[in-house]
């Protein structure tokens, strides 16, 4: 609505000339709400009083009323028609329209406001209507006995407008027919042109609120161009999410065909494993057969083991086979020569004839002899005539029959010879012949001999060796697809609940120190897993070869280099030990712990069996070392006096432990002996103090060891442990270096000796 107030007459703007002076149905109501909206009646003349009546009113109604106005944006269909309202400005500045918005439409249903409850006495005066059709629409609205009291509550220019109530889509721009400008506004204190809809709605609005009316530039190009560009936009945007979905049709397409192939080459790799596994258990399948064979083959030429009854027990006993007993026989045989031999040279020595210087001798003397041969044999005829001497031989035929009896001897000495060193051999094939029957007897009354399939990975192929509560098996990895070493711990049933925790926290404080273990010399822990209750699994590396204790028993020793080439290798996984954190001590270094890869003492080699390791956290490990507290446990050849001290503390032990064990294993690969209680059992060694005894180390006459191998022993075997080398000390000394740096000369070494060795200088000086 735009409405323009100029002396006191409403005239509208170009866009009202619709509006015609004809009487129209609607016109009189359109005066009513334009005389209404300008407090003045019908015929212009301001009513005195209004104001008051409309500051009487009662606040419900006044909201009411505002609904009333508020409510034409959702009028309903029933409207009877649109009004114009204008209002007189009382400035003389104000020259153009404003734009008030579009009126909204009277319903019909005006007779249903709470105000037609009022009396016809208390409404007030009529309004009187300036032609007839106005006075005829006057007298229906004044039928309906409405004031504009009602409607409007004016105090000196304050106070709420209904065009307050107008909703926004009422009052935009958009709708209004005006051209006026957008600065135009309303003031609170002046009377101010409004645009007001009827509905029947009700909405509160606040009272005394300030507004501005504005004008958009828009126009219909703009629009039309926004929307065309927001029709670009939606068009892209369709057209790219077009886009996106067909891009993931494809790749759930492609993933679906990903799928597919994957399931594919799950069943092919499935099928591969299966048929893996079929060719493993075959071909172990054989070579159980074909070590069967064997075994029952070396048991005649070897021997076996007979079950023995003593009293009410039996024992095994061994019994040799035919080799064994042949070659007994041949020593026999050779012993009984050598027996012969000596006893015809003791003959031929009665037989040997005079020398030169004795030749007279027996002339001069015969007469004398031959007297006493007949006093001794008695007469002639006596019948117990004793048989002449022998007759003595020539020179020549005595160095004759001499030189057949020295050659026979020595032809005896190498049939010998050869008949002890076959009896070596077939010695070291009876151990492994013996060391087979107890495999193949083990492997037979294991519960784990089927080949079974252990947590779904580890396929067990055939038994390498049994300890005391546990068995370990050779099996391939059918994941990694390789070989490995499954170490089974079974419990005793019949344990206590308290000794298997404890076993179990052993085993288990193993595998968290094995397991964190990284290093070429050191055997790799791979898996850990648990079959029941009483039985859990660890993977090792696996390896090829046999220990270098199996090594020792079979060749008895080996050269200087070999041993210094383990000793090389052993080292430098002690040096990686105590070089993490915490550091570890192995505490149980012998050859049985050290693995030969190829099986052979020039190949490489890697340490294993980390059960009985100490770790040195800072708590435990002091300055003079970490208490000793599984005193009597590890292999008593192999450990250091510091471990048998018995007091009322435990004794102290460091690293220095492992670098007595080192020297042990060095002499016992030299010399193929202990040092240390050699032929003593682990009982003896305790009772008799064996290695608290051990204050030096003697070194045999054969095979011959240079000095500076001797002094690398003597470094490590030292008594005490403050004078004995540790471990980064010893990976530092100067014989384990390469050989280009310690051929400087032999003088240096020599005084590294005896500068290092904790014995005497005196017995250095003897040994040197």
Same mark, same amino acid.
């Given at each position: 609505m735009s409405v323009q107030s100029s002396s006191g007459s409403l005239e509208g703007p170009p866009s009202w000339s619709q509006l015609s002076t004809s009487p129209t149905p609607g016109s009189a109501a359109a005066a009513a709400a334009r005389s209404l909206l300008n407090h003045t009646p019908p015929s212009g003349r301001p009513r005195e009083g209004a104001m008051d009546e409309l500051h009487s009113l009662d606040p419900r109604r006044q909201e009411l009323l505002e609904a009333r106005f508020t409510g034409v944006a959702t009028g309903s269909t029933g409207s009877t028609g649109s009004c114009s309202v204008g209002a007189k400005a009382s400035t003389n500045n104000e020259s153009s329209n404003h734009s008030f918005g579009s009126l909204g439409s009277l319903s019909d249903k005006e007779s249903e406001t709470p105000e037609k409850k009022q009396s016809e006495s208390s409404r007030g005066r009529k309004r009187k209507a300036e032609n007839q059709n106005e006075s005829s629409q006057g007298k229906s609205i004044g039928g309906r006995s409405h004031k504009i009291s009602d409607y409007f509550e004016y105090q000196g220019g304050n106070g709420s407008s209904p065009v307050r109530g107008i909703p926004p889509a009422i009052r935009s721009p958009q709708n209004s027919h005006s051209h006026s400008t957008p600065s135009s506004s309303v003031r609170p204190n002046s009377p101010s042109p409004i645009a007001v809809a009827f509905g029947d709605h009700p909405i509160v609005q606040p009272k005394q609120l300030s507004f501005k009316i504005t004008q958009t530039d828009l126009t219909m190009l703009k629009l039309a161009a926004l929307e065309s560009n927001k029709n670009q936009d939606l068009e892209k945007k369709e057209g790219r999410i077009d886009d996106l979905l067909r891009a993931n049709c494809d790749l759930r397409r492609q993933i679906d065909e990903q799928q597919k192939l994957l399931e594919k080459y799950k069943e092919r790799l499935?099928?591969?494993? =299966?048929?893996?596994?079929?060719?493993?258990? %075959?071909? =172990?399948?054989?070579?159980?057969?074909?070590?069967?064979?064997?075994?029952?083959?070396? !048991?005649? &030429?070897?021997? $076996?083991?007979?079950?023995? &009854? $003593?009293?009410?027990?039996? +024992? #095994? @006993?061994? +019994?040799?086979?035919? *080799?064994?007993?042949?070659?007994?026989? @041949?020593? #026999?045989?050779?012993?009984?020569?050598?027996?012969?031999?000596?006893?015809? &040279?003791?003959?031929?020595?009665?037989?040997?004839?005079?020398? *030169?210087?004795?030749?007279?001798?027996? =002339? +001069?003397?015969?007469?004398?002899?031959?007297?006493?041969?007949?006093?001794?044999?008695?007469? #002639?005829?006596?019948?117990?005539? !004793?048989?002449?001497?022998?007759?003595?031989? +020539?020179?020549?035929?005595?160095? %004759?029959?001499?030189?057949?009896?020295?050659? &026979?001897?020595? $032809?005896?000495?190498? #049939? %010998?010879? %050869?008949? @002890?060193?076959?009896?070596?051999?077939?010695?070291?094939?009876r151990n492994l012949h013996i060391r087979e029957l107890k495999r193949i007897n083990n492997e037979d009354n294991s519960q784990f001999k089927d080949h079974p399939t252990l947590n779904e990975r580890y396929l067990l192929l055939h038994l390498l060796g049994r300890g005391g509560f546990s068995e370990v098996y050779k099996a391939f990895d059918l994941y990694e697809q390789r070989y490995a070493a499954v170490k089974i711990h079974q419990l005793n049933k019949s344990w206590r609940d308290e000794k298997k925790e404890n076993y179990y926290k052993h085993a288990c404080r193993e595998y968290r120190i094995h397991k964190e273990l990284d290093h070429p010399r050191i055997v790799k822990l791979y898996d850990y897993f648990s079959l029941d209750t009483d039985t859990f699994c660890t993977v090792l590396e696996y390896c090829e070869g046999n220990d270098l204790d199996f090594y020792l028993k079979q060749h008895k020793l080996m050269s200087e280099k070999e041993a210094r080439s383990i000793v090389m290798q052993i080292v430098n996984a002690l040096r990686y030990l105590n070089e993490i954190k915490p550091p570890i001590i192995h505490y149980d270094l012998k050859p049985g712990n050290i693995l030969l890869v190829d099986g052979t003492a020039c190949g490489e080699i890697k340490i294993t069996d980390f059960g009985l390791s100490k770790i040195m956290d800072d708590d435990s490990y002091g300055v003079d070392g970490m208490d000793l507290t599984s005193q009597g446990a590890g292999t008593y050849w192999y450990l250091p006096p510091e471990c048998f001290v018995v007091g009322k503390e435990p004794p102290k032990i460091s690293n220095k432990v492992d670098v007595w064990s080192v020297g042990v294993i060095f002499f016992q690969c030299l010399y193929g002996r202990k040092p240390f209680g050699h032929n003593q059992s682990q009982q003896d060694i305790l009772q008799e103090n064996t290695i608290l005894k051990a204050t030096d180390v003697q070194f045999p006459v054969k095979p011959v060891v240079s000095t500076e191998a001797k002094a690398f022993i003597r470094r490590c075997l030292a008594y005490r442990k403050e004078d004995r080398f540790d471990v980064h000390q010893l990976a530092n000394d100067p014989y384990l270096l390469p050989h280009m740096r310690r051929s400087n000369s032999s003088g240096n070494l020599h005084m590294a000796g005896l500068t290092a060795s904790p014995t005497p200088p005196a017995s250095s000086i003897i040994t040197f």
């Open positions: 499935n099928k591969c494993i =299966s048929m893996s596994k079929k060719l493993l258990i %075959e071909k =172990s399948n054989q070579e159980k057969l074909s070590s069967r064979e064997k075994s029952m083959q070396d !048991r005649l &030429r070897l021997g $076996h083991f007979t079950t023995v &009854r $003593h009293g009410a027990s039996f +024992t #095994e @006993q061994w +019994t040799d086979g035919f *080799a064994f007993q042949n070659l007994v026989k @041949q020593q #026999e045989w050779v012993n009984q020569q050598r027996e012969d031999i000596e006893r015809q &040279r003791k003959l031929l020595a009665k037989r040997k004839p005079p020398t *030169a210087n004795n030749s007279q001798a027996p =002339s +001069t003397n015969s007469e004398p002899k031959q007297r006493k041969n007949k006093a001794v044999n008695g007469a #002639e005829n006596d019948p117990f005539v !004793r048989p002449n001497l022998p007759q003595l031989l +020539t020179l020549a035929e005595y160095h %004759e029959q001499e030189e057949i009896f020295k050659l &026979r001897l020595g $032809h005896l000495k190498k #049939e %010998e010879a %050869e008949i @002890q060193a076959e009896l070596e051999r077939l010695e070291r094939v």
